[in-house]
């Protein structure tokens, strides 16, 4: 279950984690201009597996995975509904917390 937070309407919108499988889930999304018809949707994620250090130091990259195969799959669908993408667009970085 998540809770919208942070919408500024054409700008970006925010969701957090209030139950789930993570001790702490943010995700962000930005949407920056290009032109006047396109734009850029920017996604940033937050988050930590229950357990501790040790845990998410381990676990972190495996769902890392998981969650690029999902964006790569939501990256077709905008492509195919809305045109041209930019699928290099994804960067991992990885920090224990």
């Known amino acids: 279950m998540a809770e919208l937070e942070h919408v500024r309407p054409g700008r970006e919108f925010s969701d957090r984690q209030l ?6 889930w943010k995700h962000r999304h930005i949407f920056i201009p290009t032109s006047v018809n396109n734009c850029i949707m920017r996604d940033e994620i937050e988050f930590v597996v229950p357990g501790g250090t040790w845990v998410h130091s381990i676990l972190a990259p495996l769902i890392l995975k998981k969650i690029q195969r999902v964006f790569i799959d939501r990256h077709r669908v905008l492509i195919e509904e809305f045109g041209e993408g930019q699928p290099d667009l994804f960067n991992a970085n990885v920090t224990n917390n």
Do not use: A, H, L, R
């Open 19 to 24: 139950k789930g499988p993570f001790k702490m």
